[in-house]
């Protein structure tokens, strides 16, 4: 994680577009010489994609590298698709990706991922709530040697009780379970170098936990301030629901931060945990049975003793057959359980 020193260094003020001119990319980017991949996901937003590239335009004119724009379509059902057909027409570098149906956000993502050919991705949300000017910082940061930089409201312009609060509990559930320490987890605007963000599995809703993620594949991870603004065009795709899932999904990316190649070390210690409670539980009533010769049929502490052993033992069963699925998996889809992040000759 970053140090504070790095957290503070995104300070929105000044905005200088010069500084980028050096942003580290590889001479000849990854595809066709691009070296910044730009992913919008749309969703409805008939009333923000035009305006979205008018503000990206002047942005990506004064990086003066090849860069490209991906607007990912998420299944919209209004004219969303037929003006971001025309902005492909007006400007070369903008492409776009058209869902079927509506998949939700972390399939946008991760197909805009999955499309871009720049050395370093930056993904923001249609909505111009996040601020195009804003992309330098986070790029400066890339070039300072950071693989993943996050954004970060703190002028968050939202309702306090229904999104502000609700994104601090998150926020800081997530710091504390995963050690992952940021302030916004939900900002999509965030900065990736491909060779990180290509290896991560994105599905169900995992788009806002990719540093913590990252963080597991040994990603070095900053945080700048950047501006935010009130949606003025169409409406919110999110609610306080989205609190409940965000619960949900941290007990999965906890689960495979720790114990994806080890299982048994969770299951098993959860079994042993609950087969020795309900072994001392018993050995309390077969003393009470046997020495103090008082009767024990009736009691709850006899079914409770039992369903913690048998429990225990469905633990340890799930840890088998967890370990059994783990191996077989990383056999079958030859996948390592370690990441290299250089060789030498």
């Keep these: 994680m970053a140090s504070d020193e790095a957290v503070d260094a995104g300070a929105p003020e000044p905005y200088t577009m010069g500084q980028m001119a050096h942003a580290e990319c590889g001479e ?21 994609v035009r305006r979205v590239h008018d ?27 037929e003006l971001v057909r025309d902005v492909c027409r007006e400007a070369p570098r903008v492409r776009a990706v058209r ?19 720049g050395e370093i991705l930056v993904t923001m949300d249609g909505d111009l709530q996040n601020d195009p000017r804003d992309i330098p910082l986070l790029l400066e940061m890339i ?8 954004g970060w409201r703190a002028d968050r312009k939202e309702p306090f009780f229904t999104r502000r609060l609700p994104s601090i509990i998150a926020n800081r559930m997530i710091s504390a379970v995963c050690g992952c320490r940021l302030h916004d987890y939900g900002c999509t605007l965030k900065a990736y170098r491909h060779e990180v963000i290509s290896k991560i599995g994105l ?5 806002r936990f990719i540093p913590a993620l990252a963080m597991g594949m040994g990603a070095s991870i900053a945080e700048v301030r950047v501006r935010h603004y009130p949606r003025t065009r169409g409406t919110s795709k999110y609610g306080l629901t989205r609190t409940f899932r965000v619960i949900l999904d941290l007990f999965t990316v906890k689960f495979f931060l720790n114990f994806a190649t080890r299982p048994m070390q969770i299951f098993g210690l959860l079994g042993c945990a609950s087969s020795l409670l309900g072994i001392l539980i018993l050995a309390h009533l077969t003393y009470v049975k046997f020495v103090l010769r008082q009767g024990i049929g009736g009691r709850p502490l006899l079914v409770i003793s039992m369903i913690l052993i048998l429990g225990g033992i ?32």
């Excluded at 990912?72 to 004219?79: A, F, K």
């Excluded at 599905?203 to 788009?207: A, F, I």
Aim: net charge negative.
């Design 28 to 48: 000849s980017g990854r595809g066709g010489g691009i070296c910044l991949s730009v992913v919008v996901p749309l969703y409805n937003e008939e009333g923000n």
């Design 55 to 81: 503000r990206l335009a002047p942005v990506l004119d004064a990086i003066g590298r090849p860069c490209e724009v991906i607007f990912v379509d998420d299944g919209s059902t209004d004219g969303t698709f």
């Design 99 to 117: 869902f079927r149906r509506n998949f939700g956000q972390t399939a946008a993502l991760a197909a805009g991922i999955d499309h871009a050919r």
């Design 143 to 150: 070039e300072n040697g950071y693989d993943i930089v996050s």
């Design 203 to 207: 599905y169900g809703e995992l788009h």
């Design 314 to 345: 469905q633990f340890l069963t799930m840890g088998l057959l967890g370990e059994m699925l783990t191996r077989t998996h990383h056999e079958i889809a030859k996948k390592p359980i370690y990441k290299v992040r250089e060789t030498l000759n």
